[in-house]
């Protein structure tokens, strides 16, 4: 693939990956395309709604499949040096995430997330359980008694069906705790390599009843919903309760035909957020590119940080200050 940077959202309609066969039938190169050292200038507060953070063990795990199957990881770092890293780089808060990859680990992850979290306040965390575990409902309660602000879920790893009985109880305990959930229930990137085939267990049909059913959850779909983006880009205009990351999405790296017109879609709806780490790329090769869309300012704000604060109750400043940053709101 050309790693030179280019516009990432082509100007077409039509969406969709290459056969809807996936995305990694083999790994997808490393690009060394060039870093800064800061944010650009000028640029509104940018939150990075989409991080990942791990104990070191697990970290070891996840690249080796991402070297494996994904592709190789440009930041191999510890939960601390990833948290420095943005931060002094001129990132005003991260949100970051995890997922438990069997029943059974998900009270010590949360533990982990929560020392880490709890010890920064630009850092809110998401809890992690496995659907349908024993007490998955208390596991949630006692991560947000903890300090964790919300709660991420993988399909693609979890093979969870999302209109399940035990899904079901997840949805309660966020609606009510008030807590947002993000789930990657997107059909892509899919791999040979995840122990089932999201083709069949993530269609937006599927999340269309979940809005429906639970209308005061808050929910956000990572990717843009890949690829089922026009399907997706409609429950956006239709759903209040739904909203979408960009992750991965900006990055004119995937191999997918047609990324969506970012500038057609609502605008309070779509988070930033980058999978930092575990990039195979600049951890600002997003940023630049969604800056060359030339979007409004109001809507390049609310994408870079207004709609995370807003999703995942992040306190914004009331003048927002230069290299100020945004602490979490107790909840
Ligand atoms: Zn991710």
Redesign the pocket.
Known sequence: MDNSPSDPLKQNNKFGSKGGSGLLESPLPFLNDPEGDRVPDGLPPIVDG?V?LFPDSIFSSVWKWFDEYGWPIRYKLTSEEIINFLLARGIRHIVA?HYAHKPGVSRDLNAYMAAVCNSNQWVSGMATVFPGEKDAGKILADAFKSGLSGVKL?SHVQCFDMNSKSMEEIYEVCTNHGMPLIM?VGREPKSPAYPCDPYELCRSDKLERVLKNFADLKLCV??MGADEFEAYRRLIEKYDNLWLDT??ALADYLPVEFWPELSEWRPDRIIF?T?FP?LPYAWDREIKNLVRLNLSGDSLARILGQNACEFYGIKMPVVPGKGGRYAKTNR
């Open positions: 989409h990942h995430l993988h990657h990572p990717h992750t991965m957020g999978d575990n």
